[in-house]
């Protein structure tokens, strides 16, 4: 429900609601949209005047089924069990309060109480409906309720205190909206879309989808809040038409039904058309359109013919085929409310796209790297491979050179040469094969050379975790022996403590006992002066009678009379004595406690510094 700063935002104007309009009575023929614009007028006139009946109603679009009662007063006590806190808003049917829970501490709920008393039991099945409702939904995002009663003839019942606001303080005024961003609105109208979900499974129509009826909650768990659907007031379950609407944000043929232009039946496609007109405010507030008193019945005659224009915005042009479906006239073109939710990806699909991008040139350009490094090493093998094909061509050139030049010195030796020739053909033939092998083997010693180059480096970096390890299982083993010192340290601390501990206690029962002793003697004193209390009275009613003892009365009567004196002396003696023992007794136990909490004190003290040691933190001094 609505938060405590809630209750001070000011009421929303009336002129977007309006009250269910009955349609011609039975024998009239059916109104189309072509009709003639008198007859249209007619029933402009009578809906104008159900709407001018029903403007009254505060934020909600249920109609007012009774006079709204002043807020019970802050303190009152709800079920013998809720005291109301705060007042937080009132709507056509009841009112909603903050209030506490007396059975479970520091637990709140939202109470909304009904205006109209239900005295019969028709009436009270009647006021149960909107319960009914609520209770036969389960999910998340689709407010639930937590108990029910009557107060004073009147239905309450709690539900969850949320932490939050509502989305249509997320995103502003009229005024001053701001626009959510499509990440912002994925996971709030995808949640809210799967209520709806839920609700249509056990065939519940929410028809007042808008921006105040859905609350972003703040709890744990649900980054940027959950979105939870609130007032259930005008729901309907499945055959039955809503009784009321929010213009602003009216399905086609829930406008329709209310200016009884056609007749249907109003199923969820008309909240899924509604929800998707609330996330296209919030993408682009500049596309909404406030609707003021004279225009409302334009608006339900526009909204029942004209399609919804869209967001202009460049960067939701990509969703305008979306939107033209959601917000398409005809039900039967609308997705269902899980449809809907699945198809609200859609806002985010630029952004997973372009990360999917970047996810795989992430992963490509290291690739791309290696490639390039793999062949630029290629390369610069073939060209040293070349350079020494290059020389040994030279060489064989130079040799080929000579035996021109012994050629022309001596045709004696052509045969010799010709033989030599042919010896050095077999010789390049060999040694290009020399050549061959040679670069296979420089491809083998170049991957050799790498598989070592990063063994060395495998080799150093394990070197280097194996020298860290058993640095770091030296300071471990110091730090262990440093621990258990303190641990013997602390133990016979503890057992110190414990030992001054029993001392305190034997002299605490002994001064116990001597404080039983004396009461036992204040006791037996008491007896005693009670019983010269009695002969002294026996003396006294004696005293007639024996006029010829009086001097031996006397005397035992002074004797009496001093016995008393000093047993009172000796009582305020021990009542004296039994004050210094209870000072002592209650000394001595502030020094147990002090002890204790010393011992406590040093105990934790003694545990943070060890690990603070342990992580290598100085800790502050305790005393």
């Known amino acids: ?49 159900a709407y001018l009946i029903a403007r009254s109603a505060a934020e909600t679009t249920t109609i007012v089924s009774a006079e709204p009662e002043a807020p019970l007063p802050v303190g009152s006590v709800v079920g013998q069990r809720y005291v109301l806190e705060q007042h937080i808003s009132s709507g056509g049917f009841g009112a909603v309060y903050r209030a506490s829970d ?10 909304k109480l009904l205006h109209r008393p239900s005295p019969s039991g028709a009436e009270r099945e009647a006021a149960l409906r909107e319960l009914m409702l609520i209770a036969s939904v ?45 990440a912002e609105a994925r996971p709030i109208f995808t949640r809210i879309a799967q209520g709806l979900a839920a609700m249509h499974v056990v065939g519940v129509h929410h028809h007042d989808i808008k921006p105040e009826n859905i609350f972003v909650a703040e709890i744990a768990g649900f980054p940027g809040g959950l979105p939870v659907l609130l007032d259930l007031g005008i729901a309907t379950q499945r055959g039955e038409n809503p009784k009321g609407l929010t213009v602003e944000y009216a399905s086609p043929e829930t406008a329709a039904a209310m200016l009884g232009v056609v007749e249907q039946l109003i199923e969820g496609a008309a909240d899924v058309f509604s929800l998707a007109l609330v996330l296209r405010n919030a993408l682009d507030p500049s596309a909404a359109t406030p609707v003021q008193t004279d225009e409302v019945m334009p608006l339900l005659h526009q909204r029942s013919t004209v399609p919804v224009t869209l967001s202009e915005r460049r960067d939701l042009k990509y969703l305008e085929p979306y939107f033209r479906r959601w917000l398409s006239l005809d039900p039967a073109d609308r997705p269902s409310a899980a449809e809907f939710a699945d198809q609200l990806a859609v806002l985010t699909e630029p952004e997973e796209k372009r990360d999917a991008r970047l996810r795989l040139l992430k992963r490509i350009v290291p690739i791309v790297a290696i490639g390039l490094l793999l062949i630029s ?78 063994s060395e480096r495998r080799n150093a970096k394990l070197t280097d975790e194996r020298d860290a390890l058993s640095s770091r299982n030296q300071a471990l083993s110091a730090e262990r022996s440093a621990l258990l010192a303190e641990r013997d340290r602390l133990r016979e601390e503890a057992s110190r403590l414990g030992r001054e501990r029993e001392e305190l206690m034997r002299d605490r029962n002994r001064i116990s006992g001597d404080r039983d002793q004396a009461l036992a003697q204040r006791e037996a004193l008491d007896r005693q002066l009670a019983r010269v209390t009695s002969e002294r009275d026996s003396l006294a009613n004696a005293r007639t009678e024996w006029d010829a003892k009086l001097d031996l009365v006397t005397r035992r009567s002074d004797a009496a009379v001093q016995r008393q004196e000093q047993l009172e ?31 406590k004190a040093a105990v934790r003290a003694r545990a943070v510094d060890a690990l603070a040691k342990k992580r290598g933190i100085t800790a502050p001094s305790v005393p």
Not at 102 to 111: D, F, G, N, Q, W
Not at 443 to 451: I, V, W
Request: net charge neutral.
């Open 377 to 454: 090493a290629l390369v610069f093998q073939v060209k040293r491979q070349k350079s020494a094909l290059h020389v040994q061509s030279r060489e064989l050139e130079q040799e080929r050179l000579t035996g021109e030049s012994l050629r022309k010195q001596s045709e004696t030796q052509l045969a010799e040469i010709e033989t030599q020739a042919a010896r050095l053909g077999n010789e390049r033939q060999q040694l290009e094969q020399t050549i061959s092998i040679a670069r296979r083997l420089n491809g083998r010693l170049a991957d050799a050379t790498k598989r070592a180059n990063a």
């Open 569 to 599: 002396q000796q009582l305020s003696a021990l009542a004296q004595d039994n004050a210094k023992l209870r000072s002592d007794k209650k000394s001595l136990q502030q020094q147990v406690d002090e002890i204790e909490s010393r011992q």
């Open 102 to 111: 007396r059975e479970i501490p520091h637990h709140h709920v939202a109470l």
């Open 138 to 182: 389960s999910h998340p995002s689709v407010v639930q309720f937590k108990d029910y009663g009557w107060h004073e003839d009147r239905l309450w019942f709690a539900m969850p205190w949320y932490s939050g606001q509502t989305l249509d303080r997320t995103i502003g005024s009229e005024e001053g909206a701001v626009a959510m961003t499509r």
């Open 1 to 49: 429900m609505k938060p405590k700063d809630d209750a001070e935002q000011p009421a929303r104007p009336a002129q977007s609601t309006l009250k269910a309009w009955q349609p011609p009575a039975a024998g009239t023929a059916a109104v189309s949209v072509e009709r003639p614009r008198l007859e249209q007028a007619e029933q402009a006139e009578q809906a104008e005047q």
